[in-house]
């Protein structure tokens, strides 16, 4: 029995184009195998007509007539012509025959609708005799410019085993291009028939090739260093992105983390409001109820799925002429008011008097045009008497208004009278008054120019009292910062302001500038005559609650007023108009001052909004 073969593994040996003359040297059937089959695969793929003139190799012959007869509905496209028919027809090869037979195979094939020819040409005919060899170069020359003139691509078949090395040297000189190692390879010892016009040395060979490869050496070094450039910018490109992928997972984590502190923010903010011991109402755009919380629930009855959804006019009891008062009070951008009173509907079908405050405009919650809080003031017995001392209160209020508006603008009126006259004595008469005289004189204008400042404070808080209450976030850090610069440009000697940064309260913001003002002036007065005058601003915890605070390292008297006690005591501030005003500005904050005092020491003024 005959050994079974095995199958041959087809590989890709590269690009072959049209009108390429390609050389083989082989030693094996595998080396053979290896190269002619991919030839003639890729051409049949191309639509190509591919044609094997054999000569003897016996093996590629059986390989290629397996092809042939396992394919006879395409025959047509691989054709295999023997040693008789083609090279040694007539007993003899005649070149004139042989080109002749070629130019009739691509221009059947152009006829039969292919698109070009590959045609395999074995060699082993040249080993004949002497005269087939001598006439082998001239032919295969006449190959080359046969390749060139026709659609057709050419690959010669030469045995090594047969055909010495010196003389296949010589052949390899002749073809453009090589089958080597699996692979087309351009032919660096090619000489075009150009160049063999006349009669080249091996050395001249040995350069033109050493030429070749000096060239192709040097696009292999450029080919090198465009790959290290792309591949430095590569990776570059690569850092760069892991380094976004890095700041954008960072950027990520923090949004998360943020994003979860804000929703637990949220909870709690809505845990508070549906705690509290008031009334709350949120309501969106449109004026719907979109919240309610735990009092409304108990004061009205309603449970918060029965009106939610419900407008604002239907939750609250209000007369005709009242209506546009309601909606006014009620902006989409959010509202402002305080002690407002409306009545509001009962499940019982009862009316609850309420007060309403809406500081929605200054704090605007996500989804909440306006939320408001009220104060359940129904108690109908006192009612009447509630509104009585109401209005009673403010007209008291506006008479005190009124009274320090006319006191304050008196003192200033009569103090610019002292002030004028001091300073005309000073001008007309100043040579004739005892030098006593001239200290006491300018120790009345002395007086007279630290009373304007409280005189003017007096006539700021009458003026902003009557404009009422304006919530902002202000920063008392910068504001202190400020004030302190004004005082020390204003009068040339140096004190050590020491100031907190970051403290920030919720009030208004004319009203604190001026209690600030005069907290600071204090302090600056108090430290006149210390050699180191210090003035400090910050916060402190005072029993478990955060204060701030203004003190300076200025005397004190023996007798000075403690911390507060829990009863009020150690809270009154009145030490001069300036004091004065301060402790009215943190009583409309619903705040409280309070001092911490000791003789020889300095003084510490606390004070919460």
């Known amino acids: 029995m005959e050994e079974e073969k095995s199958p041959v593994e087809i590989t890709d040996i590269g690009v072959v184009n049209v009108h390429d003359h390609l050389c083989l040297m082989y030693r094996d059937d595998e080396e053979l195998l290896g190269a002619v089959l991919p030839f003639i695969q890729g051409g049949l793929s191309l639509g190509e007509r591919c044609v094997y003139m054999h000569a003897a190799e016996k093996r590629l012959e059986e390989v290629l007539q397996n092809a042939v007869d396992g ?52 060699m082993t005919w040249a080993l004949r005799d002497t005269k ?36 296949l040297l010589d052949l390899a000189r002749i073809h453009p291009s090589l089958i080597y190692s699996g692979r087309v390879c351009e032919n ?87 705690h509290l011991p008031a009334i709350m109402l949120a309501f969106d755009s449109g004026d719907r109820l979109a919240a309610c919380n735990h009092e409304f629930e108990r004061v009205t ?115 610019t009278r002292i002030s004028g006259d001091c300073g005309r004595l000073k001008q007309f008469h100043a040579p004739q008054l005892a030098p006593g005289c001239r200290e006491l004189l300018l120790d009345i204008e002395e007086a007279a120019a630290e009373l304007a400042g409280p005189i003017a404070a007096l006539q700021r808080m009458t003026a902003l009292t009557a404009t009422g209450i304006r919530p902002v976030e202000v920063d008392l850090s910068a504001m202190a910062a400020e004030i302190a610069a004004q005082l020390s440009g204003a009068a040339r000697r140096p004190v050590d302001f020491r100031i907190e940064d970051g403290v920030t309260v919720t009030g208004d913001k004319e009203m604190l500038r001026l209690a600030m003002e005069q907290l600071l002036e204090n302090a600056w007065h108090s430290t006149l005559g210390v050699k180191h005058p210090v003035i400090r601003f910050g916060t402190a915890q005072v029993r478990g ?65």
């Open 71 to 122: 394919n006879k509905e395409d025959s047509g496209a691989l054709i295999l012509l023997p040693l008789r028919q083609t090279w040694l027809r007539g007993a003899a090869l005649k070149q004139d025959r042989i080109m002749e037979l070629l130019r009739d195979i691509c221009s059947g094939a152009a006829s039969d609708g292919f698109s070009g020819t590959r045609i395999v040409c074995d």
């Open 132 to 167: 087939s060899q001598q006439m082998l170069h001239h032919f295969e020359r006449n190959l080359t410019a046969f390749a060139a003139a026709n659609e057709t691509a050419l690959l010669c078949l030469y045995d090594r085993r047969s055909f010495g090395d010196e003389r």
């Open 188 to 274: 660096p010892l090619h000489l075009p028939d150009r160049m063999r016009s006349t009669v080249l040395s091996e050395l001249d060979t040995f350069l033109a090739a050493s030429h070749r490869l000096t060239a192709v050496i040097d696009d292999g070094e450029r080919l090198k260093s465009e790959l290290e450039q792309s591949y430095s910018a590569l990776a570059k490109k690569i850092y760069e992105n892991w380094q976004e992928e890095d700041t954008l997972r960072a950027t990520e984590k923090e949004m998360q983390e943020k994003d979860e502190a804000l929703l637990a923010n949220r909870r709690r903010q809505y845990t508070i409001l549906q």
């Open 301 to 415: 009855g309603f449970r918060g799925e029965e009106v939610m959804g419900k407008a604002m006019l239907e939750l609250l009891h209000v007369e005709a002429e009242q209506r546009e008062e309601v909606v006014a009070h009620h902006p989409r951008e959010g509202g402002d008011y305080r002690g407002r009173e409306w009545r509001l509907h009962c499940k019982d079908g009862s009316l609850r008097l309420v007060s309403w405050s809406n500081i929605s405009r200054y704090v605007p919650v996500n989804g909440w045009a306006n939320w408001i809080l009220g104060i359940d003031v129904t108690p109908k017995v006192a009612e009447p008497a509630l509104r009585t001392v109401r209005e009673e209160l403010e007209v008291r209020t506006a008479e005190l208004e009124a009274f320090g508006q006319a006191v304050s603008h008196d003192l200033a009126g009569r103090l």
């Open 545 to 609: 609650e955060r204060s701030i605070y203004v003190s300076d390292n200025g005397p004190r008297d023996a007798e000075a007023p403690g911390e507060p006690d829990g009863k009020g005591q150690g809270e009154r501030i009145c030490c001069g108009i300036g004091l004065a005003t301060v402790q009215r500005i943190i009583n409309l904050h619903r705040g409280r001052i309070w001092s911490a005092e000791q003789a020889g020491k300095g003084g510490t003024l606390y004070f919460q909004v």
